[in-house]
Antibody
């Protein structure tokens, strides 16, 4: 059974940092690209970052570029999001999401349960 | 950035009736489009990939069509459990943008 479990969310002050983790199991993690998607309370979905299966390619939304860094450890089946210089508008539930097809950008067939990030003084 | 526009914002449908949801891209995304269903309090679920391919386990009443800039998600006979917000997403060009969603209610 595919499982994605996020952790690392919480309350942080503006300008602070958080590191989100996503533990993957039930599939060959190193074969699939991964993504982070966020959802502010009562709002829609916002894609924020992508990483290829080998970590050779990363993409970011303009809203987080230069502040957030996506990475992965295929040996530990883990995905990460380092979030620096946090702003109030970064407050959201953060989901990790798995691409549907190996080594190909596609829709996301599995999502974690999400971790809540709140940025407030 | 490709802007994805979904319409209508809210769709009220009687049980057993057909629901038609639209998604328009500001420029071509070829067939690189996915549809998701998000029920209240739940995680998004992939329904359609590649504009028209149903994901594993998705009931046959859900179908996707279109290419280029115009896409449609059709629920052929609405069930009560289909009440949700539906999102389209393009993955043709980064950033991989989502539409604003269509809320389907009974």
């Amino acid at each position: 059974e595919v499982q994605l479990v996020e952790s690392g969310g919480g309350l942080e002050q503006p300008g602070g940092s958080l590191r989100l983790s996503c533990a993957a199991s039930g599939f060959t993690f190193s074969d699939y690209s991964m993504n982070w998607v966020r959802q502010a309370p009562g709002k829609g979905l916002e894609w924020i970052s992508y990483i290829s299966s080998s970590s050779s390619i990363t993409y970011y939304a303009a809203s987080v570029k230069g502040r957030f860094t996506i990475s992965r450890d295929n040996a530990k089946n883990s995905l990460f999001l380092q979030m620096n210089n946090l702003r109030a508008e970064d407050s959201a539930v953060y989901y990790c999401a798995k691409d549907n097809r190996p080594r190909e950008i596609s829709g996301y067939d599995y999502w974690g349960q999400g971790t809540l990030v709140t940025v407030s003084s | 950035e490709i802007v994805m526009t979904q319409s209508p914002a809210t769709l009220s449908v009687s049980p057993g009736d057909r629901a038609t949801l639209s998604c328009r891209a500001s420029q071509t995304v070829t067939s690189k489009l996915a549809w998701y269903q998000q029920k209240p309090g739940q995680v998004p679920r992939l329904l359609i990939n590649g504009a028209s391919a149903r994901a594993s386990g998705v009931p046959a009443r859900f179908s996707g069509s279109g290419s280029g800039t115009e896409f449609t998600l059709t629920i052929s006979s609405l069930q009560s459990e289909d009440v949700a917000v539906y999102y389209c997403q393009q993955y043709y060009i980064r950033p991989f943008t989502f539409g604003g969603g269509t809320k389907v209610e009974i």
